[in-house]
């Protein structure tokens, strides 16, 4: 029987944007990986490659 998990990944890149209405969204998830991140840095997400490792 094959088995399968959930991941999710949220990103807010601004003071006015709230995870708890994207976790809210998306339910229940084995694993979610969450991202705090200013446009500054936009190009590194770790979250989102620690997601990506995950699923790999």
């Known amino acids: 029987m094959p088995t399968t998990q959930r991941v999710a990944y949220v990103r807010v890149s601004s003071a006015g944007?709230?995870?708890?209405?994207q976790l809210?969204?998306?339910g229940?998830?084995?694993?979610?990986?969450?991202?705090?991140?200013?446009t500054a840095?936009?190009?590194?997400r770790p979250?989102?490659?620690e997601?990506?490792?995950y699923v790999r």
């Open 17 to 21: 944007q709230n995870l708890d209405r």
């Open 24 to 26: 809210e969204a998306i």
């Open 28 to 38: 229940y998830a084995d694993k979610t990986c969450r991202e705090y991140q200013s």
């Open 41 to 44: 840095i936009a190009s590194a």
């Open 47 to 49: 979250q989102l490659r």
């Open 51 to 53: 997601a990506l490792d």
